[in-house]
């Protein structure tokens, strides 16, 4: 098994692993933590997508490692905005559900799930 | 319509217009960060004349240049660099851009001032409404995918503050449904633009256009950028977003999210399919695509019509309209690949009189809502008197979305209707009728309350200032006039000067889809017309009532549906499942 396509597995790892948590579970936090499970795997793909250059006798193609810095700000980025929302989102409502309908009492809820 | 001139790799003289757009509204923000929440408001009305000019500049530019206006970054050519391209296409969506923000701006003066004593919302709106601007400037003239995928992040992240700007509780739960929707949305479009380097190592638009062919990963990466974007354009049955969020906002942010945001993602969508891979796209997959349309146009408008707030009903409007944009995808779909022609043109147009009308309606639900301080649709009787213009506003923008000559949406349907003659596809020019006969059904229900005389007396919460309504009705006054522009310096349209003459007939076509929708309201609007008297029509009620029952059921049974799909695990599933269909509809051609 090449380099490559020990990271190609990763990354595919990665993305069903974050796509599972994403749909599955009904906690926002999780669900963060679970988009950047799957961010992370599209991310791996395009390190090997450079390596992939490298093979075909480019070499080390760079172009993919800029655009992967410019995803982890994004990623970065939107991970900070969900937080605050939810952070907001607890303060009001003293729990942090998505479900519609009267909000449950805090103490069934446990903070950020 | 300027032609795509094939060498794309130098800077026009005019490039620097390009720059302009995007830094104006960026600087504003910067600006405004710096100065504080005391002037955030005066940073916007200096920097939104600003950024108009630019708009018209490009605009009068573009069609006497030769080819589309093209900026290399830092002089770095593609595929090393970063080009931003304006063709047609991207000229039009900046003017409709152009005009809803600085109405919205004219409309929300008022409300968002530091006046008001809450110092936070009018901050952080001005930021965001110049926020969203720039974003959307971006979107409409990155020439990679990858800068398209920043700037439509970038949208997302100035779109989900302007849900929840009022910090209740409910709005704050939509920004989050709302936010997570669309990054896994982009996430999924992130994951195409890695494939499809992988395959070419590239990512600009004209690049990749020379080399796009028909392997399973290019379509699989098709199919996950395609399907990403569907969810934040909020495609039915990806919509589960859109109502909480568009319905909660403050108004004069519901009208930026519904008129513009939606229409970013959109506008990726068209350059994805119409320049990046036009030869790619089988007759399934485009059918497919407008059958989701013809499925939101249905699902959305019945739903509209069941509900009872009047901001909700504009919201799922918005849905349904969201479906008449992808129509036009089977009908440009000639010969093996997607042609520039009538379909596309249509299209546009229709998005363009959607932003425009739908931020005028939402502008004056805005102006209702804070006259009754409510918006129950029950509750209108009356309004009529009260705030005339508002509810004029209202009307012409509905007549708009339904096609009233010599609006752009009845330009709009006359080339799409062209081009579903030419290829033979009747059944999607009779989803678009059906489309018509539903906007008149909910605007007729709406306009029958607010027309209706007052029960009570009314008690005025607070007053509107007349500028805020004239905001509305000049939106709505100008979405009914864009017919009369001449578009085919933008636009691909096929013997434009045919279509642009106003025909008595084109009018009376237009009672039809009225007559239609106020039988429609009457059988499917949950709510009892308020028309009083008559004896004939309370028999005719009567008559009526076993077929009104019915299609009321059937009515609450599609709602059940539509609450079933905006369940979260729902809708990801079905997100996933298209994505799947899409890249095997792909395959099946090939």
């Keep these: 098994m090449t380099a490559v396509r020990v990271f190609g597995v990763c990354a595919a790892l990665a993305v069903g692993l974050g796509l599972f948590g994403l749909i599955t579970n009904p906690q926002p936090l999780r669900k963060i933590i679970a988009f950047n499970i799957l961010g992370s795997g599209v991310f791996l793909l395009f390190g090997i997508v450079g390596r992939h250059g490298a093979a075909s006798g480019i070499g080390n193609d760079p172009v993919p490692q800029a655009l992967v810095i410019t995803g982890v700000v994004v990623a970065f980025a939107a991970t900070a905005l969900a937080i605050a929302l939810l952070l907001q989102l607890f303060q009001r409502a003293g729990s942090a559900t998505l479900r519609n309908g009267a909000p449950r009492s805090a103490g069934s809820d446990p903070p950020g799930g | ?590």
């Excluded at chain 2, 060498?7 to 217009?17: H, K, R, V």
């Excluded at chain 2, 229709?350 to 005028?360: D, E, P, V």
């Design chain 2, 1 to 590: 319509m300027p032609s795509p001139s094939p060498t794309l790799d130098a800077t026009t003289s005019t490039g620097f217009l390009l720059v302009l757009s995007i830094v104006v509204p960026v600087a504003g923000v910067l600006l405004a960060f710096v100065l504080g929440d005391r002037y955030a408001r005066l940073v916007a009305f200096a920097v939104i004349p600003l950024g108009l000019a630019v708009t018209v500049a490009i605009l009068v530019v573009l069609p006497q240049s030769d080819g589309p206006i093209v900026y290399l970054l830092g002089a770095w050519p593609p595929p090393l660099g970063i080009a931003l391209r304006a063709d047609g296409l991207s000229a039009v969506m900046l003017a409709a851009t152009a005009a809803v923000i600085c109405t919205v701006a004219v409309f929300a003066a008022a409300d968002f001032s530091v006046a008001t004593g809450n110092t936070r919302a009018p901050f952080a709106f001005w930021i965001l409404l110049l926020a969203t601007w720039a974003a959307l400037s971006t979107i409409f003239l990155a020439g990679d995918l990858f800068s398209l995928y920043v700037a439509l992040e970038l949208l997302t992240f100035a779109a989900v503050p302007l849900v929840s700007l009022e910090g209740r509780t409910e709005t704050l739960r939509a920004a989050m449904r709302y936010l997570l929707f669309a990054l896994f949305g982009s996430v999924l479009y992130l994951l195409g633009t890695a494939l499809l380097y992988a395959l070419h190592g590239t990512l600009d638009v004209v690049l990749l256009s020379r080399g796009v062919s028909a392997e399973p990963a290019g379509l699989i990466a098709a199919a996950l950028m395609t399907t990403g974007l569907l969810a934040k354009t909020a495609l039915f049955p990806l919509h589960l977003w859109l109502p909480p969020a568009h319905a909660g906002a403050p108004s004069a942010a519901s009208a930026i999210l519904s008129g513009l945001v939606v229409k970013g993602s959109f506008f990726v969508i068209v350059r994805l399919w119409f320049n990046v891979m036009p030869g790619l796209p089988s007759s399934t997959a485009m059918q497919l695509l407008a059958a989701l349309g013809a499925a939101a146009i249905v699902l959305g408008s019945i739903v509209a019509l069941c509900q009872e707030r009047l901001k909700l009903l504009i919201a799922y409007s918005t849905v349904a309209q969201i479906g008449y944009l992808f129509l036009m995808f089977p009908l440009a779909l000639g010969a093996g690949k997607l042609e520039s022609g009538g379909a596309l043109a249509g299209g546009l147009l229709q998005t363009i009189s959607h932003a425009t009308a739908k931020a005028a309606m939402f502008m004056s639900a805005g102006s209702i809502y804070a006259t009754l301080g409510q918006d129950r649709i029950a509750g209108l009787c009356g309004i009529g008197r009260r705030l005339p213009i508002s509810v004029l506003a209202f009307a012409l923008g509905g007549l708009a979305l339904m096609g009233l000559p010599p609006g752009a949406g009845y330009l709009a349907k006359e080339l799409l209707l062209q081009a579903a003659a030419e290829r033979g596809q009747w059944w999607w020019a009779l989803a678009l009728q059906t489309g018509g006969f539903f906007t008149g059904a909910y605007v007729v229900l709406v306009l029958t309350y607010a027309m209706a005389p007052a029960t009570e007396p009314m008690r005025v919460n607070k007053t509107v200032p007349r500028i805020a309504e004239l905001a509305a009705l000049a939106l709505a006054l100008c979405s009914l006039l864009l017919g009369l522009v001449p578009w085919s310096a933008y636009l691909p349209i096929p013997n434009g000067d045919e279509l642009e003459r106003l025909r008595l007939g084109a009018f009376l076509k237009m009672l039809i889809p009225l007559l239609g929708g106020a039988v429609l309201a009457v059988l499917l609007g949950r709510l009892e017309l308020p028309i009083r008297g008559s004896p004939s029509w309370k028999a005719m009620l009567a008559a009526i009532s076993p077929i009104r029952r019915a299609s009321l059921a059937s009515g609450a049974l599609v709602e059940r549906c539509d609450n079933v799909l905006r369940q979260w695990p729902t809708a990801c599933i079905c997100l996933l499942s298209l994505a799947a269909a899409f890249a095997a509809a792909m395959r099946i051609a090939f």
